[in-house]
């Protein structure tokens, strides 16, 4: 099965364009490159012994788009490619929105025009805004999203369920990522924030490989057991695999919209990620607080017992692994770029 993948060097793509092709799947890297970088590419072939067909274009090029569609004739798309820094949004919220809807639509519209049936969509646990009630399952209402980007997701979402109103035969997987992190356990690929990182993890392994000075926790008086926020923090390599577990239900229907929460569960403070992460490396981090983000929730996490349940699927690392694979990929960065 050949399949599209939108923003495929990214973290989250290369991670699951390694896991597509372990699975005997076809993937087609299509990434500009704006958030990740063109070594990534070889480093997949060094996991995999396979080194994926890559298209160096914007998504939001409806002709370059369609020109792959010609060429590479897909079965599936799975449409990672997004802006996702939530405070970048709270200040840049056209960039977003020009970005994140624009590349939706010209997926669907080449959907249509080159009969594909198949598409995995990256959402976000942001579509749920301030829960009222935690954990928060898919049929948890809504809130008003606190940020530009967590709208983009909802918008995206409201698109999807408009466009499966009018389409025959199309499956589409809405997955509702939680907090990715960690690296391949090789080594080889792992998060790559371009400039200052948007995220905790590589914020403190950069802290504690020197690159940083110091990290700093945003908040310490929410609500919450410690103070900090409370988060969901999945392995990347088990939200990759979620994808293909999501295309091997969908090789089984003719016409299912579904939702699904991929998180672990558990919730775990910013506070214990990083009390977890000294613990692991024996290395002491130095850390202040400083004043809460716009647009961050004090507290979320995922009822994943649908995930496990319809798509056997269920998170198989730890947050130690997690962190320890995140650590080793910053300390091999410097031999890969």
Not at 174 to 179: D, K
Not at 224 to 251: M, N, P, W
Not at 260 to 266: A, I, M, P, S
Not at 292 to 301: L, M, P, T
Request: net charge neutral; proline share 4%; hydrophobic share 35%.
């Amino acid at each position: 099965m050949k399949v599209i993948v939108t923003g495929g060097a990214g973290f989250i793509g290369s991670h699951t364009v390694v896991e597509l092709i372990n699975n005997g799947y076809t993937p087609i890297i299509v990434d500009d490159f704006r958030n990740s970088k063109p070594f990534i590419i070889n480093q997949i072939f060094k996991i995999t012994g396979q080194k994926p067909k890559h298209y160096a274009i914007d998504c939001c090029n409806y002709k370059d788009f369609e020109t792959v569609f010609k060429i590479e004739k897909p079965e599936g798309i799975i449409h990672f490619a997004a802006y996702k820094a939530v405070g970048e949004s709270v200040n840049k919220p056209l960039k977003y929105y020009e970005n994140n809807i624009n590349s939706l639509v010209n997926v669907l519209k080449l959907m249509n025009e080159f009969d594909v049936n198949n598409l995995v969509f990256s959402s976000s646990c942001t579509v749920y805004g301030s829960a009222k009630v935690i954990p928060v399952t898919e049929k948890t209402p809504t809130q008003k999203a606190e940020s530009p980007y967590g709208n983009t997701k909802q918008i995206g979402e409201d698109i999807l369920h408009d466009y499966f109103k009018t389409s025959k035969n199309k499956n589409i997987s809405i997955l509702r990522y939680f907090n990715p992190i960690g690296a391949h356990p090789s080594g080889l690929i792992g998060e790559l924030p371009i400039g200052t990182p948007n995220n905790l993890i590589p914020f403190i392994t950069q802290t504690a490989d020197g690159i940083r000075k110091s990290l700093t926790i945003f908040g310490n008086d929410y609500p919450t057991r410690d103070g900090s926020c409370i988060r969901d923090y999945i392995h990347v390599v088990d939200l990759a695999i979620a994808h293909i577990k999501a295309f091997e239900k969908q090789k089984n229907q003719t016409s299912e919209l579904e939702t699904y929460n991929v998180g672990t569960g558990k919730g775990t403070s910013v506070i214990e990620v990083v009390e977890c992460f000294e613990k692991e490396t024996k290395i002491k981090l130095n850390y202040s607080f400083g004043e809460k983000r716009e647009g961050d929730v004090a507290e979320i996490y995922a009822d994943n017992s649908k995930i496990i349940s319809e798509l056997e699927w269920e998170p198989k690392y730890s947050l130690q692994d997690a962190l320890k694979d995140a650590w080793n990929w910053q300390k091999n960065l410097k031999n890969v770029k």
